[in-house]
């Protein structure tokens, strides 16, 4: 299974973007989905998680209420869009799949990982 993350770039403080997971096959569509980051010099954090039927989403405590994930699964692509970006989400997002039908906040639950996209906020 590919990932394929893509939207990152350079944004002003208060400013949104979306990025975008594609998967290189609908395996993705039976499994949860998530989205992690990681600041230099810090270790990958949990984002958000959505499960394979977009029934039930996480999020991380730091973007509850600023970022939405969801999912197509017609287009085996996951999206989180960010809002009220701060410069303490400057980082490289990664996308990944589940190895279960459900999101975790553990990344060792899995089993694929994209290339990771950056997310730069100025401030």
């Known amino acids: 299974v590919q990932l394929q993350a893509s939207g990152g770039g350079l944004v002003q403080a208060g400013g949104s973007l979306r990025l975008s997971c594609a998967t290189s096959?609908?395996?993705?569509?039976?499994?949860?989905m998530g989205w992690f980051r990681q600041a230099p010099g810090k270790e990958r954090e949990f984002v958000a998680a959505?499960?394979?039927?977009?029934?039930?989403?996480l999020y991380a405590d730091s973007v509850k209420g600023r970022f939405t994930i969801s999912r197509d699964n017609a287009k085996n692509t996951v999206y989180l869009q960010m809002n009220s970006l701060k410069p303490e989400d400057t980082a490289v997002y990664y996308c990944?799949?589940?190895?279960?039908?459900?999101?975790?906040?553990?990344?060792?639950?899995?089993?694929?990982w994209g290339q990771g996209t950056q997310v730069t906020v100025s401030s």
């Open positions: 990944a799949v589940a190895r279960s039908s459900y999101g975790s906040t553990l990344d060792t639950q899995y089993h694929y």
């Open positions: 096959r609908r395996t993705g569509s039976n499994n949860g």
């Open positions: 959505i499960a394979w039927n977009g029934g039930s989403t």
